[in-house]
């Protein structure tokens, strides 16, 4: 049950910077990580202790994100120049796509290996109450994204 708990405050942040990232004319990836941080530090009445757990997570995944944006730019324009070519390279998406799910399997630990133990830092300093109700915003805001 507590992983479950941990990863429902996981995944909402992760959640968060996917769907930002899927929508960066309306909101950035920092503002809506941002934004679900502040619910959280208001709706659990989080203590200071918890308020810099849940800081020093935040932060930390910002950054990763940040570092990463360069990558992702990269990527971007080598799209953009397929997509502007007259006739499509159907071997050279094929080895892009490939070769991006090699480097998201890779980066996945990596993320996990950095993100994991400031997520459950922040998770285990929450009382039971807290955790329920991080639980059920969680809910709320998932649904909004339902197709």
Known sequence: ??????????LAAVLAALLASCMPETISVGKMIDGF????????????????????????????????SAASQAHNAEWIAMIETPTL???KIREMV????????KNTDAWLDRYL???????DSLTAEQLKKAANYFQ?????FKP
């Open 117 to 123: 133990p400031k997520m459950a830092a922040f998770h």
């Open 37 to 68: 941080s502040n619910h959280l530090k208001s709706e659990l009445q989080l203590t200071a202790d918890q308020v810099a757990k849940l800081q020093d997570f935040t932060d930390t995944m910002k950054a990763g994100m940040a570092e990463n």
């Open 98 to 105: 490939k070769t991006g799910a090699a480097e998201s399997a």
């Open 1 to 10: 049950m507590k992983i479950n708990k941990l990863m429902a405050i996981g």
């Open 89 to 91: 390279d159907q071997a």
């Open 140 to 144: 709320k805001w998932s649904d909004k």
